[in-house]
């Protein structure tokens, strides 16, 4: 297998698994947005019901804000690699240049993971803030008797 098709590969392995959780992520966090318009908290009896459907997906949004610079970091390490070998096979002069071009486009997969993760963290962030005071509304309506039986 050629080295440009390897370097492809990592390339677009990398950046196209990074567009899917991006593409999840936003997909969830417009659910779950949703669903906190649609719930009505004095529709629980039990506080855990509660919290346990308010909080579905959340995890998975958390995940993937705290994973993807990783994933963009190994797509990165991975491209030098192959930078280097590119390098290493080379049987005549080495143009500086063009090392600096493979280096500089190597760094463009922890760039990705990184324009997937600070979204990420925030929706979920501002996800969990709307989950807090949902809690507390169900508080509220609990001391005041609101709950349904």
């Known amino acids: 297998m050629p080295i440009d098709q390897i370097k492809d590969i990592v390339d677009y392995g990398v950046i196209g698994l990074l567009l899917f959780l991006s593409f999840i992520t936003f997909m969830f ?3 779950r947005l949703l669903f906190y318009r649609s719930v009505n908290v004095e529709n629980y009896r039990h506080k855990n ?19 993807a610079p990783f994933i963009g970091l190994l ?4 491209a030098i690699i192959l930078t280097f070998y590119i390098i290493g096979a080379q049987q005549e002069t080495i143009n500086p240049g063009e090392i600096m071009k493979h280096l500089a486009l190597a760094l463009k997969a922890t ?37 349904s039986e």
Do not use: C
Not at 75 to 78: A, D, F, M, N
């Open 29 to 31: 966090a417009i659910e």
């Open 49 to 67: 019901a509660l919290e346990l459907d308010l909080t579905k997906r959340l995890p998975t949004i958390a995940s993937i804000g705290s994973n």
């Open 111 to 147: 760039a990705a993971g990184l324009v997937v993760a600070i979204p990420a963290t925030v929706l979920y962030n501002a996800l969990i803030t709307v989950v807090d005071r949902k809690l507390a509304q169900w508080e509220i309506a609990k001391d005041e008797g609101k709950l």
């Open 75 to 78: 797509g990165t390490v991975l």
